[in-house]
């Protein structure tokens, strides 16, 4: 009887073992990473996962020894790297070798890709360099090279790409770029770091897709490092948690989904908004009125055939010959304690929506009804009241908020504007209750932006727009860039004050497991025009759009034995830039029930969708 050999265990690509790291911090040192010890094996995916401030990014450039150009200091362990040319302690490689090993042997691909491309040089040039600087070929080859990993990662038209800017692609397509970029030299191992956190999800499917073909054909080992425990679940072989630089657990993915041992394991793991945890229910769990009563309720905001064209090209004359048709004739309304939805990519007008109800920027067409009276028409010290009662929250809360300002003076500084208390004392007094209710500490008043966390941050933000005892808050994007368990505790907050004051929202944003749990009314935009509104129940359990069931299909769900229909991911959304005279064509709708509208002409609309 004869015995089949078994295959020879292959070594590991990357053994790290008790690496540490430190940083100098106000004259002591902090531990950024403390002894953490993985292998990853090859052709085989390991997700670190952990929240901000978790060590994950600091171990990846620990790897890279990028830590070595940001002022931290590797204070202890090997990383010991199955190098072409035999096996290599990169702790110990010269300057020099690790030049050679950066992009030729180990890839890293950055969550921002428009700071990590030279925005002087085209996209062709920049690839070209990379192939040029690891690999002994010619201009004419490495060009070629070129062209054929953009066609890997499923950019169209890849030759006039290689001559376009990083400023003239979308986030999707730079991210692409920067996958093509360093995969062009084949490396043995790819360090993906939150490669799409700041991606719509549709596009962030596409890059997860495509970063899993690739690894196929190329038989390379990956290190993903995220906090989103959804794309973990479609990555991952395998995983480690890491928090406050230390590794909590290590285990095969499946293991890990099916039995978490650790406590903050499981605390991530339940953190994630799940699709479907909605079903059979009407309304939010927290929420202030249901969908049904809403609907006798007269609209607090009305919006009717609401549109936004910008100038995009003009002859040098000054003749506008393009427009960009960001918002065609939009119309909805939203009621006194409700929340409505505004859910679509990257380009869908969702955010210029929001930014014309605000007053931040003027409307080509259309009326914006508040409490029956129409904005237009309104007073300029009525427009300005308007302000008050219609708060805006955005989505990258250190950007909004003035970095040398305290904390206690940009809460005061909407009720000093709008003069709504007569006392330092009692702005002060408001200001403790404000930062009482968002979860912060009183003592916060006195701390900067950049003492605090996003979440703290974004919180802040929260309690800033409280101040004015608005009527209406317009959140955009607002925790689409927070860590999942910060984000779930965002969330509760919203629903609790709704709940409290009544407080009506329009909740701006691309992931749909979060519209699910806190969305009365979800309305879904495409190319500037509403495409499918309805009830949250009736969008998330009988959708009828194809780009809704699309939307719906891409999110990333915590469960590693899920199939993926990759064939919903193909494709971009395409540009709303117009020539003068070509008007897109406006959407007729068809009604399925009282509150659930659809696009009935969807084959004009099948044209474009992706």
């Known amino acids: 009887m004869s015995v089949t050999p078994e295959k020879p265990t292959l070594p590991p690509v990357l053994s790290v073992r008790s690496l540490s790291v430190d940083f100098p911090s106000r004259g002591q040192v902090f531990q950024a990473v403390k002894s953490i010890s993985f292998d990853v094996q090859p052709g085989k995916t390991l997700a670190i996962v952990g929240e901000s401030g978790s060590g994950k990014s600091v171990t990846s450039r620990a790897i890279m020894r990028l830590t070595d150009y940001s002022g931290g200091t590797i204070s202890g362990g090997q990383v010991l790297f199955q190098s072409r040319n035999g096996p290599l302690d990169l702790m110990q490689a010269s300057p020099e070798r690790m030049r050679q090993i950066r992009g030729g042997e180990i890839a890293m691909i950055f969550q921002e890709p428009m700071t990590s491309l030279d925005p002087v040089f085209s996209i062709g040039d920049q690839i070209t360099e990379a192939i040029l600087l690891h690999q002994k070929t010619s201009r004419e080859d490495a060009n070629r090279i070129a062209r054929e990993m953009l066609e890997k990662v499923r950019i169209p038209d890849a030759e006039t790409m290689l001559k376009r800017y990083p400023h003239e692609l979308s986030g999707g397509m730079r991210q692409r770029v920067m996958i093509a970029m360093a995969l062009s030299c084949r490396p043995q191992l790819l360090i993906a770091d939150e490669p799409t956190t700041a991606l719509d999800v549709t596009i962030q499917a596409q890059i997860l897709n495509t970063i899993r073909e690739l690894q196929r054909e190329l038989g390379m080992a990956v290190i993903f490092i995220t906090h989103d425990m959804g794309v973990v679940a479609e990555m991952a072989d395998d995983v480690i948690v890491l928090r406050n630089g230390e590794k909590l657990e290590d285990a095969p993915v499946r293991q890990l989904y099916a039995n978490p041992q650790h406590p903050y394991t499981k605390t991530l793991l339940a953190a994630v908004p799940r699709l479907g945890s909605m079903t059979g229910k009407p309304s939010p769990n927290s929420a202030a009125i249901s969908a049904e009563r809403t609907q006798a309720v007269q609209p607090l905001l009305q919006i009717d055939g609401l549109t936004a064209h910008f100038s995009a090209r003009k002859t040098m004359f000054g003749r506008v010959t393009h427009r960009v048709h960001a918002v065609e004739q939009v119309s ?232 993926i229909d990759t064939s919903l991911l193909t494709g971009t959304i395409p540009s709303p830039i117009r020539e003068i005279g070509d008007e897109p064509a406006l959407v007729e709708y068809r009604r399925f029930s009282p509150s659930h509208f659809v696009a009935a002409n969807p084959q004009k609309l099948s044209e474009t969708l992706p």
């Open 332 to 563: 909805f309304d939203i009621r006194p304690g409700e929340t409505l939805a505004l859910v679509g990519e990257s380009g869908s007008g969702k955010s210029t929506t929001g930014r014309m109800l605000q007053q931040i920027m003027q409307p080509t067409g259309g009326k914006i009804r508040y409490r029956g009276r129409d904005v237009a028409e309104m007073s300029a010290g009525d427009r300005h009241s308007l302000l008050q009662k219609i708060q805006y929250i955005f989505q990258d809360p250190f950007a909004a908020l003035d970095p040398r300002q305290r904390v206690g003076s940009s809460i005061a500084e909407p009720m000093i504007v709008h003069k709504l208390l007569p006392t330092k004392a009692a702005i002060s007094a408001r200001v403790d209750e404000l930062l009482d209710r968002v979860g912060l500490p009183r003592d916060y008043r006195t701390r900067f932006p950049h003492e605090l966390s996003g979440g703290q941050r974004q919180r802040v933000c929260i309690a800033r727009a409280l101040a004015c005892d608005p009527e209406l808050i317009i959140a955009d994007e607002s925790v689409s860039a927070l860590d999942v368990s910060i984000q779930a505790q965002i969330l509760d907050l919203l629903l609790e004050l709704q709940r409290e004051r009544g407080l009506s929202y329009l909740f701006i944003t691309h992931d749909m497991a979060v519209v699910e749990k806190i969305g009365h009314r979800v309305a879904v935009m495409y190319l500037g025009q509403i495409v499918e509104i309805g009830t949250r129940q009736e969008i998330f359990e009988n959708p009828q759009h194809p780009y809704t069931r699309k939307l719906l299909s891409a999110i990333p769900v915590p469960d590693p034995d899920r199939v």
